[in-house]
């Protein structure tokens, strides 16, 4: 799912990469695209970065390595010199033309949030627009929500096949959600606390999820499909089952892996690429997780297989 995207392109020129880097995409709010890329160099060429597009957009960056005595340049005309840290979160405003000097090695996971995927966020928590974020160039946040899905999406980046796009929609709002609210001032309105969905659209949405083991509906085609917006419906969703649409797919994909280990003749390979898991390795992980103990070892104690069935 990690792909190359206008964003990426855009990155590549911006800090002279050799490569577009690896790329996750969701379109989760309705009117913008949202993106995550990971970005390293670890012997660049000591220059300026190029400019990037105009637009209005915000990206989001999570540093994962010191960069001492950084110098940083709006419009222009250097700004401040800092001393970025890693773990830490750097906002810059693409209308402002953010620059830097590349004269270390880097790495970083930059998010690209425009300002229609904050107005939208505003909208469906019947919230005023959202006005510029609140920060300073240069300025680190210590950030716990971004660097905690930050590491969800660095593993995502780096195991694109395990990724589900109901996975990058769920987090990618989650992000947004944290971003508009922390660095926007978002309060939502006043409102009667929402129920979860009628009992028919628990039943359509489960039968939808379960349609595609492999995740790759994303919420906002589900969501629209009851005239929803992706946050209502993600939230209505887990007050009826108990469990995000993400997470409620990924105990349905066991469930199905419990059912198919019932069949002698099918090795856990086959059953992991049945119950839409990546392969084997992704099917072990997830199910010894969620269950406690892993597919070979349930399937010897429920079935009585023996010891040296793999």
């Not at 590349?102 to 690209?112: C, G």
């Not at 660095?154 to 944290?178: G, K, S, V, Y």
Request: net charge neutral; aromatic share 8%; proline share 5%.
């Amino acid at each position: 799912m990690a792909q190359a995207s206008a964003f990426a392109q855009k990155l590549e020129r911006f800090l002279h990469l050799k490569d577009a880097p690896p790329t996750l995409v969701t379109r989760s709010l309705r009117s913008a695209e949202l993106a995550v890329t990971e970005t390293r160099d670890d012997h660049p060429i000591p220059r300026l970065s190029e400019s990037m597009p105009s637009e209005d957009v915000y990206l989001v960056s999570l540093k994962f390595r010191d960069f001492a005595d950084c110098e940083c340049w709006e419009r222009g005309r250097c700004v401040i010199k800092s001393d970025i840290r890693a773990g830490a979160t750097y906002l810059y405003d693409l209308k402002r033309d953010p620059r830097y000097v590349i004269d270390k090695p880097f790495h970083s996971l930059f998010f690209h949030l425009p300002r229609s995927a904050l107005d939208d966020m505003a909208r469906q928590s019947g919230a005023t627009r959202i006005g510029e974020l609140a920060y300073q160039p240069g300025v680190g946040h210590d950030d716990m929500m971004i660097r905690h899905l930050g590491a969800s999406f660095l593993a995502a980046l780096r195991q694109p096949e395990e990724a589900n796009q109901l996975f990058i929609d769920h987090m990618m709002l989650a992000l947004t959600a944290h971003v508009a609210t922390t660095y926007g001032g978002l309060r939502r309105a006043a409102e009667p606390a929402r129920g979860g969905l009628a009992p028919w659209q628990v039943k359509r949405a489960c039968e939808r999820l379960e349609s595609d083991l492999r995740g790759k509906l994303s919420l906002e085609k589900i969501a629209a499909e009851f005239d929803l917006s992706v946050s209502h419906f993600s939230r209505a969703f887990r007050v009826s089952t108990g469990l995000p649409p993400h997470q409620w797919l990924l105990r349905q994909r066991v469930d199905t892996a419990k059912q198919l280990m019932t069949v002698r003749d099918l090795s856990l390979a086959e059953i992991a690429v049945s119950a839409g898991f990546a392969n084997q390795s992704h099917f072990t992980r997830v199910f010894s997780s969620v269950v406690g103990i892993s597919p070979g070892m349930w399937r010897r104690e429920a079935q009585g297989v023996p010891d040296g069935e793999t």
